[in-house]
Every structure is written in C-alpha cells, then in structure tokens.
C-alpha cells in the first residue's frame, strides 16, 4: 500500500512502545498488532469490557495509528471516543470505558537495533517482525509459558474496514452489478440490493430494493430504516457502518470469533440437557466435541448453531448476540447432519447446481452459479468426480459433497454431525485432514464425534459429561492429562464408573480453565431483545423455487431405473387384475340385474387408492433431513409441498387413466355419461381419486419419522378405503361406519363412478338408493367436490407439519446471560 513502510525501513522506523498492565510491547513498523481479549491476540487485555479483538495498532503513511475495530464497548482517548487516531507522542487510551477502561500507555521512540529474540527485559515484550515465526521467540515462550499458543492468527483483525467509501451524492446504490455505487462481490447479495439516501446534514435512510436476502439494520430485516453512527447495517456477508459521511464496509471472510456464553437448556418437564455451558472459539479453528452418548453434543450443536437455541445463555458471533441477530447471521453458518443432504441419485455437480438454484438470489445468473460450484468443488478435490452419481461415491467422498453444500454460500461458521460415522479408520483421518484445512483456510469449523482417533488435528477439543456440564476444553494434547488416563476409552469408562464425581468442577479450578475458558470468554455486556421469530427469508421467488423443486424431483425420479420402471408397470399389473375380475354385463344390462358392476367398480376405486397413497408415502419421510436443511436455509414449505403434488399428481392422473383403460376392456359401457363419454367421466373421477389419496400419503409421510412406519400404514389406509367405498358394505343406514365413510375420499370417489353408471339402477340395494348414487350432474358435482374438499383438507394438514419443521426460535424475550 502506498505510503506505508517498505521492508527494507521498518527495521529503523520509529519503535511503538506500549504498555498494559501485565507488561509492555515494543512494535516494529512493517505489521499490524491487534489488541483485545483473545489469546490469539498480539497484545492481550484482559479486562471484560475490552472485546476479543478490540483494536489494532500499525504503523502508517503518518506514522503510528490506533483504529478501533468495531469494538463493543469502544476506545477513548481524552474521555472522547476515537476511530482512528495518530500516536505522534506520549498517548494514554481507554479500552471499553471513557473513565476507568483498561489503560493502554503508548509512547514511539527510536529505534533500538536489537533484534527480535534478544533480552527484552523481564517485562518488555518484543512483538515479531512480519513472518517471524511466534514460536521461534525464546524470550517470549519463556517468560510468558502460561499463554495459550495461538491459533491461525488471520491477516488482518475481524471487524477492521475493507473499504471505506466517501458520501458525496444523495444517493448510494449498493448491490452485486457492476453499476452499484458500492459493488460488493457476494452471491447472496441481490444485483441491486438497497439505497442509502441522505435526507438531511449527517441523516441517512437505508432502503431495501426488494432484495431477496434481505437489509438488516442492528439484526432486524427492514424495508427502510432511519441511521445513526451506532448502527450496523448487514447485507449478506457484508456489513456497513457510518461514519461522520463514509460508509465503512467490512466482509466476513470468516474470520470470526465466537463465545458461548452460559448455555443452559431444560426440557418442558425440567430435565437439564447442557449446564450452563460457556468457552471461546477461536477464529480459524478445528473445534471437536466428544463425550459419552447422552452428554447433550447433539443439543450442543442445536443450541450454539441458533437452530434449537438454549432455554438459557447465548451466543455471541463477533460479539454479536447470535440469537438476536439470528435472521442476519444465519447465512454465514452451515451445518452438515449426519445423513446425506442431497439426493443420492443425481451427479454430484447438477445436485450441487439444483441446491445453489435454491440458496442463491433469483436474480444470480446460471454461469455464476456454475462458477461458485466449480470452485468448490476444486477446493474439496471433487472436480474428478463432478459427474459421478452420490451413490456411487465413496464415504468420504459423499461426505465432501454435503460439506460442498453447505460451503457454496461461504459460511464462516461450519457445523458436522458425526461425519465420520461409519467409515473406517483411513476414510476417517482423510475427513478429519480435510476439516483442518477447511478451517485453517478461513472459517471455523465445529465437529461432533465419537471417533477419537484423529483428534490432533483439532485446534481444540470439547468434552461434555452427562448432564451436559463441560469436563475439558483445549488442546487435545493436554486432555488426556486432565483426566489422568491413557486413552479415551478409559475416559469415558472412568466417566461411567465414578458418575457422582463433579468433572466440570474439577476442570473450572484448573489451571486449563484459566488458559482456555475464562481468558477468553468475550464481553459481558448486557442482554438483547431477542425478536419474535421470523421466517427464513427466501432465495428465490416461490414460483422459482416451484420450478427448481419440480425439475429437481423429475431428474431423480428419471435417474432411479428401477422406480422408474415401477411406476410404470404397477397400473398396468392393476389394470390387468381388474380387467381379469369377471364382468358380466359390464356397466351396462337389464336394470336390477348387475351384480358384478359394483365390484368392478369398488376394485377400480381402491386401484386408484392404492396408486395414489403408495405413490406419495414415502416421499416426503425419505427427504426430511434434505427437506430440514433447506427450510433452514430458505425454503418455502408450500413450495415444497406443491412440487410434490404436481409430479406426483401428473403421474398419479396418467396411472389412473391407464387403470381405468386396461381395467374396462371388454366390459361393456353405456352410450353416454352424465355429461360426455362414461370413459372419461370415469378417468376424472378415479385421477381425482387418485390425487386425493395422494394428498393423504403425503400426510402420512409428514406424520411419520421413518420409511419403516409407511408401509404397514399404506395397508391399512388401502383396506379402510377399501371397506369405506360403499361398495363391498351397504353404508346407508348403517351407525357409524357411515358417518366414518365421509372421511374417506374412496366413498365419494366411487360414488362420482357410480353416478356416472347409473349403479343405483343397475344394481340396487335393499333399504333404497344411496343418495351419492344418483344419476345427475348436481350429485356428480357434489361427489366429485367432496374429493377435492378432503385433498385439500390433507394438504393443509401436511402443510402445517411441514411449517413445525421450521427451525425454532426462541420466544421473544431477553437473554439470559
């Protein structure tokens, strides 16, 4: 950058000395130091007031310069809060309070000549020049031995501007397109996503231009918004804050701390499922949580990705409440469960293509889409295997390919279920390798697991006891010291045996505790509204996600053969039953004599039963993780559901139509319907029939948590339907069940067939004629209305329990931290 010290000069600019209470720092030019409360830090403050990363000090074009970094609680110089200031003589600042905030002494004087690794006094710390190996710093590794070893310090310091951007119009464009004012380079910013307007000396407004991802003002989406200097304006991964008339623009590259602060959740009936949980991770690290089953990880990891918040506690992104900012902050966290989240069946690139249609803005062109998924499928080592079916993948390769989804939106936050459930040991150590680089490339990965063979690729490793209290949290190699075993096993065995033995306490008084936990735990600062849940904000516009949902669900029907083929033959094996059951005179004869029409009729009824429920069952129950992940991330449930019913429905129409055809052959039929021909007639009644019991199988496989429930399920929906037609048992008259058969799409289904035939007169029943019998275009209409009244009475049931799959939120109230 121009005007700033070249390598050749930093070795003779002028010297920073800085001074805290624990000890002073002397700084060459030619880097920038940050100043906060984490360890990873180059000059640590321990006070609770001062953020993680609070600050940065670094040698300028007019010589040293503080700046504070987006800090909570703010730096002051003089009993006024400062940005950026020169330090051109003896400067004393206060971090996180005008008044009594933690004192930060600068002074700069000349160089010294002595080099890094020199005798610096048993207090004066000597800060390494640019790529200097910490670790090589014997002065420093001795005299401070107590210092947790940092871990992948990033480049330049969290929340520090990227750019700043002068205000010298009325009117900011910002957006993805090149004719922005303020282009930002982000896939989940819309082309021309919002305005900031000036309406008046030092006033702005922000407006949203109907962007998909939304504009988020202090966490809260808004359409526009009235701002002030204290505010933060989030778009995508982008935040923005004003100054005086810049707009300062900072990126989440990933980054980013986070600290979990006290998480504490109870079941409704007061069971405790995490206790009061609390550590920090750093920023770009590998973090393993292990522990005996039932010790509350799986909780752990709904709690601190946002998606099943704790009852108590929180979590601070950044320093940002996650739980109160969860509508913004929810695109920079990915979570892989432990079952696939794509279809198996599709090639991993046009499986990857199909999920970025969904997550990205509708506005975002397909070669960009294309771009994004083939970098990250260069970044996992997929690329080879772009057109290779999932299903056909090894176990660590299908397992690259969920995390592939997850890292299209760049997370800086990634969460693993157990990813290396089920492979064997060297499939298991390629994961774990893969997770480190993923984390030391920039984001912080979060994994859980019961494999403890390749924990040493962990920056930090997480132990959780039963009852969820916190047993051990560090590097790994010091955790088997902490519990004074030899392996793992023993551990948890000793976990078992000595139940009533308080772990988490015996850690809090460690030593550990202090270098790991409580030094960096961030700010304790006061609570956050928490809002009333919001809805995950849509990727794409309901009729584009319809069209993704529908081309995607053909293309894995399509690539199944076997399905495929099954859908096919199953109406024409029906059909031929039927056509094979004895006719007699058909539809037709001497009225009073047709005994066999009501069973034809009754079997064709339960064909187009069977066809439509089998077809929709599993549909759903097969996909929920799938399904889950994508609510998070933006689905629409409507949509979903829609794209279910229109393939299926289509199939479900032509499966009826083919039944009804092969099904009649050689029967004889009336001249003519109520309306127009009895084929016809009959092909709506039964596809309609047929649509019905589809709506009601998706239903089931909503209600239902796995594939094994459906098929006993199916049989006795089929049999019910069965007994319910009316055809096989008189229903009028009879107690209960027929008031039981008005459930039943399969009593008015047949009945709109029996209409059509006249079957009343054909074959009448003692005790009088079945009033949904009746030869006329009303009772047809009615009959006919009634199965598409309970398909869509189906449909609004399933719809609600799709709408319970959202991820909860946790009531509006404020935080307890």
Known sequence: MAGEPSSTEFLVAPILVVQTRERVYRLRAGSAYNVG?????????????????????ERGADGWEIEDIGSLNGTFFAGHRVDRMVIDREETF???HAVDGEQLACSVEAPSGREPGGDTGGDTM????????????????????????????????????????????????IGRAADNDVVALDLMLSRHHAELHKIGAGKYRIVDLGSHNGTYVNGSRVDAADLSESDLIGMGHTTFRLVGDELRESVDTGDVSVSVQNLTVRTPEGKVLLDGLGFPIPQRSLVGVIGPSGAGKSTLLGAVTGLRPATEGTVRYDGRDLYANYDELRHRIGLVPQEDILHNQLPTRRALLYAAELRFPGDTRSEEREQRVDEVLDELGLARHAD???????????KRVSVALELLTKPSLLFLDEPTSGLDPGLDK???EMLSELAHDGRTVIVVTHSVANLDYCDRLLVLVPGGRLAYYGPPGEGLQQFAQRTWAEVFQAFEREDDRDWAGEFRSSPRFQNYVAVGLTDDVGPEEVRPPAPPPAQQSKLSQLSTLCRRYLAVIASDRSYLALLGVMPLLLGGLIAAVPSGDGFTGTPGTNTDAPTKLMILAFGACFVGTGNAIREIVKEQTIYRRERAAGLSAGVYLMSKLLVLGVITTLQAAVLVLIGTIGVSMPPKGIFTAVELELILAMSMLGITSLALGLLVSVSVNTSEKTLPLLIVLSMAQLVLTGGLVRLPGTPGLEQLSYLSPSRWGYGAGAATLDLDTLSPHTGGPDP????????????????AGLGAAFLALAWYRLYQLRPRRRGARRARL
């Open 37 to 57: 409360r984490d360890p990873a830090a180059d000059i640590v403050v321990t006070d609770p007031r001062v953020s993680s990363l609070h600050a940065v000090l």
């Open 94 to 96: 206060q971090l996180g």
């Open 126 to 173: 000597v800060v390494p020049d640019p790529g200097y190996d910490l670790d090589d710093e014997a002065t420093v590794t001795k005299s401070y031995p107590s210092m947790p070893r940092p871990v992948a310090r990033p480049s330049h310091p969290v929340g520090r501007p990227s750019g700043v951007v002068p205000i010298t119009s009325d009117t900011l464009r």
């Open 388 to 398: 290779t079916r999932i299903d056909r993948l090894s176990g660590g390769q299908r």
């Open 430 to 432: 390629t994961v774990m």
């Open 772 to 787: 949904l019998w009746e030869h006329s275009l009303g009772t047809w209409l009615v009959d006919m209305g009634a199965v």
